[in-house]
């Protein structure tokens, strides 16, 4: 059983139409995640979801919306796509351990491209 | 705010050798420290992780990484590197005292182990 899963895992699309990633995991994780892999691979996260509240909201363009329906799932939408936002974008989560020492598990990733 | 600094870009080590990869760090307090490994088109795999406790840390595939606080490093390494060892590995930090759930990454070492 994949522990975080992402779908889907490759996305082309044009410019200007809207897309969702959509991500599941069965570790009964409290904190989800969606980092943001750029094509020099750096890895910046965007939000975070704690029990279905947001806890972290980087500076990311109001075009990308995140939605946690539960805390198992944390859906990534994006509207209006532009070029610079192709990139791989990774689904996470961690267990809600005393201070944070928890580790994040990773899911596959799904790469974006846009036209 | 937090931040990771992964100085080299690639590291190269023929098999059978030791391996380094280094990492240094900057938190107001005090850190935890943990090493992801990323192989091709794959989401990152956590290897190791520094809370408290023993300065030096043993994770998997015989990994292992040593803190050092007046030096604020925790390098990778590796008594014998594996060809299969070669992947994009990746140092992070939390700061448990300014945001318990934001895992900061730095920018990767390649790391390139020849038969």
């Known amino acids: 059983d994949t522990a975080v899963s992402q779908t889907p895992k490759y996305l082309v699309t044009q410019m200007g139409n809207d897309k969702s990633i959509k991500c599941e995991q069965n570790?009964?994780?409290?904190?989800m995640y969606w980092y943001k892999q750029d094509s020099k691979k750096f890895l910046k996260i965007m939000f975070s979801?704690?029990?279905?509240?947001?806890?972290i909201n980087e500076t990311v363009p109001n075009r990308f919306s995140p939605k946690s329906p539960d805390k198992a799932h944390l859906n990534l939408h994006i509207n209006s796509l532009e070029l610079g936002d192709s990139a791989v974008y990774f689904c996470?989560?961690?267990?809600?351990?005393?201070?944070?020492?928890?580790?994040?598990?990773f899911g596959e990733g799904s790469r974006l491209t846009v036209l | 705010a937090q931040s990771v600094a992964q100085p080299e870009d690639q590291v190269n080590v023929a098999e059978g050798n030791p391996l380094t990869v280094k990492c240094t760090y900057s938190?107001?307090?005090?850190?935890?420290l943990f090493w992801y490994v990323q192989y091709p088109n794959r989401g990152l795999q956590f290897l190791l992780k520094?809370?408290?406790?023993?300065?030096l840390v043993k994770g998997s595939y015989g990994f292992e990484a040593e803190f050092n606080k007046s030096q604020t490093s925790f390098h990778l390494k590796k008594p014998s590197a594996l060809v299969s060892d070669s992947a994009l590995y990746f140092c992070?930090?939390?700061?448990?005292?300014?945001?318990?759930?934001?895992?900061?990454f730095g920018t990767g070492t390649r790391l390139l182990v020849s038969p």
């Open positions: 979801y704690n029990n279905k509240e947001l806890i």
């Open positions: 996470a989560s961690s267990p809600r351990t005393s201070g944070g020492a928890g580790e994040l598990f």
């Open positions: 520094y809370i408290t406790g023993d300065n």
């Open positions: 938190v107001s307090g005090n850190p935890y």
């Open positions: 992070a930090v939390r700061d448990p005292n300014t945001g318990f759930q934001k895992l900061v």
């Open positions: 570790l009964g994780h409290d904190t």
